[in-house]
């Protein structure tokens, strides 16, 4: 049973998820505002944090930028804000999954059990990949471009691995939303998009010249080694 936090402000959604998500087996708590929500999460250390970002007293933005200065609990930020712009920056901010309103009890049910899974599965135990000056050690979680140590989130390294333990195959991003994010539905395309972006930054590439991230139009990504 999983103990969730539910950051939302409107009474008659909060109770509605509230009483769903218990009949999906999980133990929930819920603060009806920004304050309230921090103080529980600090105090009562949830497995996971469902928040709202439009809040009565503070952006849901900035309380996930609080939350992430003192905590590493995972948040999945519930909202009806669609924009690809506020996505990216809540993103950014540190969110581990994003879904729209509105949504289904079971979307987020399943959501809810991606992310803690991935959080259980801890260090993988495959092999090395390397990609031309590319070193990734599942083993460490350490990866390594051309000798330098690259600064990557956990779903950052994830996505690059799989795609680097893939190299030189088209992946799609269906593969990538069921393999990586675990969540075989829509609603978080955009979000590959965006770490493919991050990754592009990181790597010293950019979508118009890349070296090691292909987009192959209509199809999907893929890895490569820059040298061949």
Not at 41 to 70: F, N, T
Not at 76 to 88: C, K, L, N
Request: hydrophobic fraction near 45%.
């Amino acid at each position: 049973m999983a103990q969730l936090l539910l950051i939302e402000d409107d009474a008659s959604v909060r109770s509605a998820l509230v009483r769903a998500l218990s009949e999906h087996g999980h133990a929930v708590t819920s603060a009806p505002n920004a304050v309230d929500g921090l103080r529980q999460a600090i105090g009562d250390r949830p497995d996971l944090v469902v928040l709202d970002l439009g809040l009565p007293d503070l952006d849901g933005c900035e309380v996930l930028r609080m939350l992430r200065a003192v905590s590493s609990v995972p948040v999945i930020v519930a909202t009806a804000r669609d924009d690809e712009r506020e996505m990216v920056r809540v993103l950014d901010a540190g969110a581990d999954d994003y879904v729209v309103k509105p949504f289904g009890a079971g979307q987020l049910d399943a959501r809810i059990r991606a992310v803690l899974r991935r959080g259980e599965e801890g260090t993988p135990a495959d092999a090395s990949v390397r990609v031309g000056g590319l070193r990734m050690n599942p083993r460490a979680r350490e990866a390594t471009l051309d000798g330098r140590v690259l600064e990557l989130s956990p779903k950052e390294f994830d996505l690059l691995h799989y795609l680097a333990a893939r190299a030189g195959q088209v992946v799609s991003k269906r593969e990538l939303l069921t393999e990586v994010w675990q969540v075989p539905f829509g609603g978080a395309d955009k979000t590959i998009d965006v770490h493919v972006a991050w990754l592009r930054r990181k790597l010293g590439e950019t979508a118009t010249s890349p070296r090691y991230l292909r987009s192959v139009r209509g199809s999907g990504i893929k890895i490569v080694d820059p040298s061949r």
